[in-house]
């Protein structure tokens, strides 16, 4: 996959990215040193098994909207769109960006393998305070680990504020932020 094909994903880890440390200290201290592998998990547990819905964007919709309604359809295709994407858009060796302001920390890696479905517990991951419903994850392989402090964080910690977002940052121009060349 070339640079140009592959794409930045912004992904919130809980409220304001409070779920990413929980996600990232199995192995070892928070944040993970550059290199190490670790997952990216959003919710909507109530859709179910996103697999159940693979190729078929219409009967997905039909069902979030039965669990998830909203009245304002805008809302509902942007809301819809966010478990659609991390499942079936995200695609391995795509960028993800993952701030956490309550660790003030901003994790940059690769996306690993597929889309993950863990409603029967089978990855074993810690339990998740506040939470039980963070049932689809992705594997990423963190390669910077950005402190609040350094420079590059005011320039990537803004990438929206939806759970999973695509921001207007292309790869190259990541990678040259993450690098300190731009």
């Known amino acids: 996959m070339s640079v140009e094909e592959t794409k930045v994903w912004g992904v919130f880890v809980g409220d304001s990215g409070s779920q990413l440390e929980t996600f990232n200290t199995m192995a070892g201290p928070f944040p993970p040193e550059p290199g190490t592998d670790g997952y990216i998990a959003i919710g909507w547990a109530a859709v179910g098994d996103m697999r159940l819905y693979k190729n078929n964007y219409a009967d997905y919709v039909e069902k979030f909207r039965i669990v998830y309604p909203k009245d304002d359809e805008r809302t509902f295709k942007v809301t819809a769109n966010m478990p659609w994407n991390f499942a079936f ?12 302001s309550t660790t003030g920390f901003l994790l940059a890696g690769k996306i690993q393998g597929e889309y993950i479905s863990n409603f029967h517990g089978k990855k074993s991951l810690p339990k998740i305070k506040d939470r039980s419903d963070f049932v689809h994850l992705r594997k990423v392989k963190w390669l910077y680990v950005v402190a609040k402090k350094d420079p590059r964080y005011a320039k990537l910690h803004r990438i929206g504020m939806l759970t999973v977002v695509q921001p207007n940052i292309s790869s190259s121009a990541l990678q040259a932020i993450l690098n300190g060349q731009a």
């Open 89 to 100: 858009v995200m695609k391995e060796g795509d960028w993800v960006i993952s701030p956490s």
